[in-house]
């Protein structure tokens, strides 16, 4: 039986081909653990244009695991791109997510290249679709399944989705930096306020504090500190 592939060792072999990848120092950030539930990050700049984060989640003595990659560009004109894979009580859910936080609109060309991708899976089942505050900019070239014994299709779909999104990336426009980043910021301040079930159980757990520099800093790259440091 197919094992599962690590989400943060795809993309980081995946952009290793084409950019030049620098680890972040996070300090205490890096390793985070309280009542069972152990967080690990990890940062990379991807050349001058953004960042690559990767997050692994452990919980329940291993029967709950997640594992997110968001790759947050400024530097280029395209979608900020969400991966995420759920392990909970034997059933995988994975989404590979594709956000309007672009200067100029995404070509026809590109979105139906990710549609394509996520046609192969449309015989498996979609978890029960919910209101988002995000709907209005989530592509739906989007990816979202969930199952059982899906393992080996859910590998070869985040392969490909991420083979193409680096591949659209390497071939992108650059774009004004500041300006980019400004619409990356938006989605992750909204994303805090907002706040959702794992941004309020991250909250809880390690304080508002923690948690906002946890996803505008690390996982996007859009606090103000960071905007500096580029």
């Known amino acids: 039986m197919e094992k599962h592939a690590d989400l943060g060792k795809l993309l980081l072999d995946t952009l290793g081909r084409s950019f030049a990848l620098r680890k972040k120092e996070l300090g205490a950030d890096a390793r985070l ?3 069972g ?7 990379y700049t991807i050349g001058e244009i953004g960042q690559l984060c990767i997050l692994r ?4 003595l291993g029967l709950m695991r997640m594992e997110t990659a968001v790759v947050s ?18 059933k995988e859910t994975l989404m590979a997510e594709l956000y309007d936080t672009q200067l100029s609109p995404c070509s026809q060309e ?34 979202c399944k969930t199952g059982k014994g899906l393992t080996e299709r859910f590998n070869a779909a985040s392969r490909a989705y991420v083979e193409e999104f680096v591949t659209q990336l390497a071939a992108a426009p650059a774009c004004d930096p500041r300006e980019k980043g400004q619409k990356v910021r938006a989605f992750a301040e909204t994303l805090f306020s907002q706040g959702g079930p794992a941004v309020d159980a991250f909250t809880g757990l390690f304080g508002r504090e923690v948690a906002r520099r946890m996803i505008l800093d690390h996982m996007y790259g859009a606090s103000q500190d960071a905007d500096q440091e580029k």
């Not at 991708?117 to 498996?124: E, F, I």
């Open 110 to 143: 590109a979105l139906d290249a990710f549609q394509k991708l996520k046609d192969r899976d449309a015989d498996l089942p979609a978890p029960e679709a919910k209101p988002h505050w995000y709907d209005p900019i989530l592509y739906p070239c989007s990816y």
């Open 73 to 90: 560009v400024t530097g280029r004109d395209l979608p900020l791109f969400n991966v995420d894979w759920v392990l909970a009580m034997g």
């Open 57 to 60: 989640m452990r919980a329940m």
């Open 33 to 35: 653990s309280k009542k």
């Open 37 to 43: 539930m152990a967080f690990e990050t990890e940062v």
